[in-house]
């Protein structure tokens, strides 16, 4: 298989030399219809196999070589996602409390602590995701395991249970969970519509701007490196 695959406004053209095929022989396809390769009619299927892996390594490059363009700052695309994210967890969390409203539960001034809240867990969650995606070009497997780990916190944060039931018995787990600590204040306000104490808005303020911080210097070190090897 000659690997000088075209790509043309969304098809895909890709001269083959093997000596079980025609000599000369050209396959063009549809890249949005015929990606997964059905309606090729190619009886080989290690054929199939090889030209779907040239087929992904010219796309890759081809967006490789269009991040290397642009020149707008890649920080840019971090921030876009997390404003759009903290929009739609704003609007979710005002939706949530119209509902507390017409349902007649005691709404109150202490409930406008979650909007610093809110922010605080915004960057955190912001920061951790930035530590993590800097790793996955080095570590392929890195973002199967995300999602795995994430359940894995979820069920050991307080969340659908009581922080009674395990505070007794293993609170390092409790002290060294970070979300933990977000998720306490939350359960503060909308169950006992009690206000933060100084403590934990001080913990989780710290918490969030080490790990801030963390993700503007790992940010700085690895991004030029990155961009080579993606």
């Not at 000369?24 to 890249?31: A, E, K, M, P, Q």
Request: proline content about 4%.
């Amino acid at each position: 298989i000659n690997k000088s695959a075209n790509c043309n406004d969304g098809k895909v053209s890709i001269p083959v030399n093997n000596t079980n095929l025609s000599p000369s022989l050209t396959i063009s396809f549809d890249l949005d219809n015929d990606l997964n390769l059905k309606n090729i009619s190619v009886s080989s299927k290690k054929f199939k196999y090889r030209l779907k892996n040239i087929l992904k390594e010219k796309i890759d490059i081809n967006i490789s070589d269009l991040i290397k363009k642009i020149n707008v700052p890649m920080y840019t695309f971090y921030l876009s996602v997390i404003i759009t994210e903290f929009f739609l967890y704003l609007l979710s969390m005002i939706l949530g409390i119209l509902f507390l409203v017409f349902i007649h539960y005691t709404v109150n001034f202490t409930f406008l602590w979650l909007l610093p809240v809110m922010v605080l867990q915004t960057l955190f969650v912001f920061s951790l995701g930035v530590i993590i995606s800097l790793f996955v070009p080095f570590i392929k497997d890195l973002k199967e395991a995300v999602p795995i780990v994430i359940q894995l916190w979820f069920w050991a944060t307080p969340i659908i249970y009581l922080r009674e039931m395990i505070a007794d018995k293993y609170p390092l787990i409790l002290v060294f969970n970070p979300f933990y600590h977000f998720v306490h204040i939350y359960q503060d306000i909308f169950l006992y519509a009690k206000r933060p104490a100084f403590s934990d808005i001080l913990t989780i303020t710290i918490i969030t701007f080490v790990t801030l911080i963390l993700a503007g210097y790992l940010y700085k070190k690895m991004i030029s490196t990155i961009k080579d090897i993606i």
